[in-house]
């Protein structure tokens, strides 16, 4: 029996990992530079570095227990088929939540694969369950690994530093902050410590920089897993006065598996909208004036463009800013969901198949069941940016103006606009669309399309990749195909 090769993907971290337990003492860790990876359009440098970052961390993890990971370059596939065919076993994580889901089934096939993140495999009908499942997995225990590894065999064939070389790796994006496991337990203990600000941070932007977890691009290259995650605050949060912010985070953790399962359910989610309804909405549109000016930050409304800015500069933005910027440039620009998704997944440093391409689907209006919710940036001003913190740090240009005229910038008289120093139309954009005119297009658009999208659920194989929650009744969505409901815009 030979011994175990644990190709490590998205499971960067030596505890609660399956494959590694299996594989026991006699594990040999690697990871496999995938070239196609490296020399992806929607893969930025900073991410790249990050993953070095984490690939640091573990072999730290893996010398205290006597052995190290091994850096190999090619074609995954083939790659293992190599180490296989020198008498070594191949374990792996389970993982859907990529582009390279070819490669996932036949991985899947010709290895042993585990399931030890939570998502319910091979079994149609599942999302009726799909809560029990969820609790199963956070209360259970974590698989052990063994005190110490053999010696791993396995040379490497590259450094970090020649990957780094060989592709011109350079981080252009302001650090997020160190991969690695160390550095997630670091941040879930700080977020847990001051969990009591949490709930008035989420919203936010300029909080949400501050005071939430910034957990999920450990969680999304499995530095640490949901289940540690989770066990940590809920032991934290015995005894509390702080139970219900506690809570809160709990929940965001099961809304993460949530999504884990829905690429899994309809692995071509990335590709396509989930209805055939509003397959390739827009796509005949395309403006590349429109595109230019949302990926810029030049929009002329401030909290979109300072979020845009953001998410370049740093690879990070709160949850509340990706919905109003997708919402933005779905309903009000009304241009093709998936070339937005895309600059989103290039730029974030948390870049999750999943939640991406499947909330762009939601904010875009493509899946058919879920409220229109249609984001107003200077309503967003108000409630989550009243005094223009946010949009002061990453639209100087805007800083000379008062809470009041940051709203609407374009609304301020020529006087003001001299005092000021802020002319519009000239170092500041004037608004490139009427928000106002542009939400009333859409929701009479999505109004007439309702009975449609609705109906198209009578398909079995559609129904279940939507992978919807168990709140969504099938029964009900399909009485509601001919009703006819206003859309409320938040």
């Known amino acids: 029996m030979g011994r175990k090769v644990v190709w490590h993907r998205y499971d960067l971290r030596l505890r609660d990992n399956k494959a590694l337990s299996e594989a026991g003492e006699e594990a040999v860790p690697v990871y496999i530079f995938d070239p196609e990876w490296l020399e992806s359009e929607l893969v930025s440098d900073s991410r790249i570095q990050f993953v070095f970052e984490c690939l640091k961390d573990i072999n730290r993890q893996y010398q205290v227990k006597d052995s190290r990971i091994s850096l190999l370059y090619g074609d995954p596939v083939e790659e293992l088929e190599k180490l296989n065919d020198r008498g070594y076993d191949v374990y792996f994580n389970k993982n859907a939540n990529h582009f390279r889901q070819e490669m996932e089934e036949e991985v899947r096939n010709r290895f042993q694969g585990f399931s030890g993140d939570g998502v319910v495999r091979n079994k149609p009908g599942t999302r009726r369950k799909w809560d029990n499942n969820a609790k199963k997995y956070f209360r259970s225990k974590p698989p052990k690994i063994a005190e110490s590894f053999d010696d791993n065999p396995v040379q490497n064939q590259v450094s970090l530093d020649?990957?780094?070389?060989?592709?011109?790796?350079?981080?252009?994006?302001?650090?997020?902050?160190?991969?690695?496991?160390?550095?997630?337990?670091?941040?879930?203990?700080?977020?847990?410590?001051?969990?009591?600000?949490?709930?008035?941070?989420?919203?936010?932007?300029?909080?949400?920089?501050?005071?939430?977890?910034?957990?999920?691009?450990?969680?999304?290259?499995?530095?640490?897993?949901?289940?540690?995650?989770?066990?940590?605050?809920?032991?934290?949060?015995?005894?509390?006065?702080?139970?219900?912010?506690?809570?809160?985070?709990?929940?965001?953790?099961f809304w993460h598996l949530n999504f884990s399962q829905k690429i899994e359910d309809n692995p071509e989610l990335f590709k396509e909208s989930v209805n055939p309804v509003f397959r390739d909405l827009h796509r005949d549109k395309r403006d590349e004036k429109k595109i230019e000016a949302w990926k810029e930050g030049k929009t002329g409304y401030p909290l979109v463009d300072a979020s845009m800015r953001a998410l370049v500069r740093t690879g990070w933005i709160n949850f509340r800013m990706r919905?109003?910027?997708?919402?933005?440039?779905?309903?009000?620009?009304?241009?093709?969901?998936?070339?937005?998704?895309?600059?989103?997944?290039?730029?974030l440093i948390d870049a999750d198949v999943a939640i991406n391409y499947y909330q762009w689907q939601m904010h875009s209006g493509l899946v058919g069941v879920h409220k229109h919710r249609i984001y107003n940036p200077t309503k967003q001003v108000k409630d989550n940016d009243p005094r223009g913190e946010f949009i002061?740090?990453?639209?100087?240009?805007?800083?000379?103006?008062?809470?009041?005229?940051?709203?609407?910038?374009?609304?301020m008289s020529e006087q003001e606009q001299r005092k000021t120093g802020v002319k519009i139309g000239k170092n500041y954009p004037e608004p490139i669309v009427n928000h106002e005119a542009e939400t009333k297009k859409a929701r009479k658009f999505f109004k007439a399309k309702k009975g449609s999208a609705h109906a198209a659920f009578k398909d079995d194989e559609l129904w279940k990749k939507a992978s919807l929650s168990p709140r969504h009744d099938r029964q009900k969505i399909l009485e509601k195909a001919s009703e006819q409901k206003s859309l409320k815009d938040y």
Request: aromatic share 14%; net charge positive.
């Open 162 to 253: 020649e990957i780094g070389e060989k592709y011109s790796v350079r981080p252009e994006k302001k650090k997020f902050g160190p991969g690695g496991s160390e550095e997630a337990g670091n941040r879930l203990k700080s977020f847990l410590d001051n969990i009591e600000k949490y709930p008035s941070s989420i919203s936010s932007p300029i909080k949400a920089e501050k005071n939430t977890s910034h957990l999920s691009p450990y969680i999304r290259y499995g530095c640490i897993t949901r289940r540690q995650a989770y066990r940590h605050a809920k032991w934290r949060s015995k005894d509390s006065d702080q139970a219900d912010r506690y809570k809160m985070f709990i929940d965001r953790l």
């Open 323 to 347: 919905a109003m910027c997708a919402t933005f440039f779905s309903y009000i620009l009304k241009q093709w969901w998936k070339e937005g998704a895309d600059f989103f997944y290039k730029h």
């Open 392 to 411: 002061k740090k990453y639209v100087p240009e805007l800083r000379p103006l008062s809470p009041e005229q940051i709203v609407k910038p374009w609304e």
